[in-house]
Structure formats: C-alpha cells, structure tokens
C-alpha cells in the first residue's frame, strides 16, 4: 500500500515483552512433563488414576474430543509406557481398553507434584 506523496512510511516499534519472573523451583523439583502437561493427555491420565479400565468409547465420551485425536494422544502415552493398550473383540465388535500403568501413575504423580510447588510458589509472593 502506497502512502501520501512527501509522507514518510514508519516501521512500527516491535515491543518485545519482559520475561516473566521466574518461580523459584521446589527441591528435588524436576523439570514439567511436556508429555503429562498437554492437555487431553492430562485428562487422559487423570480418568485412568480414577478407573481401574476404560475404553476407548467411554473416554471419548468422558474427554468429550474426536477419535482420532484420542487415538494420537492415547498412543504417545502408550509409547511412554504411561498407558496400556488391549485390545479385543465383543462378538464382533472391537473393543480397545486403557490401563494407567505403574510408570504412568508415577509420572502422574511427579506433574502433580511439581504443579503443587509451582502454586505453593506463587503464594508465597
């Protein structure tokens, strides 16, 4: 877009914000669990550390979110050994349930955990 002839065109100022303060990490506290943090993976867990099982259906249900989006988000925690997967059939109807493992409720844990200190932190200011 052309200006006014004898108009000086201005860049406008990019203002980059100041960082945030940081919060003082708790001891022994390690680093956010990208993994755990996300947000349907965190539900994902959070339902499974309160059912012994689920299945697929029922969290779909539960999460309220697409099956292809539970699937993509079941699978990483699978693949972090968070989750189990088994699968099977009902008649003819397949049928996949989920388990928390020992891994994944210790990784669970350690999120909360670390989330806690991050909250106790900022009430201490």
């Known amino acids: 877009m052309a200006g006014k002839p004898g108009t000086v065109r201005r860049e406008r100022e990019r203002r980059i914000?100041?960082?945030?303060?940081?919060?003082?990490?708790?001891?022994?506290?390690k680093k956010?669990?990208?993994?755990?943090?996300?947000?349907?993976?965190?539900?994902?867990?959070?339902?499974?550390?309160?059912?012994?099982?689920l299945?697929?259906?029922?969290?779909?249900?539960?999460?309220?979110t697409t099956d292809g989006n539970l699937s993509v988000h079941a699978r990483?925690?699978?693949?972090?050994?968070?989750?189990?997967?088994?699968?099977?059939f009902e008649g003819r109807m397949p049928k996949t349930e989920f388990r928390l493992t020992a891994g994944g409720k210790r990784a669970l844990?350690?999120?909360l955990d670390h989330m806690e200190a991050l909250i106790q932190a900022m009430r201490e200011r």
Do not use: M, Q, W
């Open 17 to 29: 914000p100041a960082p945030a303060a940081a919060v003082p990490a708790a001891s022994g506290a």
């Open 32 to 53: 956010l669990d990208r993994l755990v943090h996300e947000r349907l993976r965190l539900g994902i867990l959070g339902a499974l550390s309160v059912n012994e099982s």
């Open 76 to 88: 990483k925690l699978e693949e972090a050994g968070y989750v189990s997967c088994v699968k099977s």
């Open 55 to 64: 299945t697929f259906t029922e969290l779909k249900k539960l999460l309220d």
């Open 109 to 111: 844990e350690r999120y």
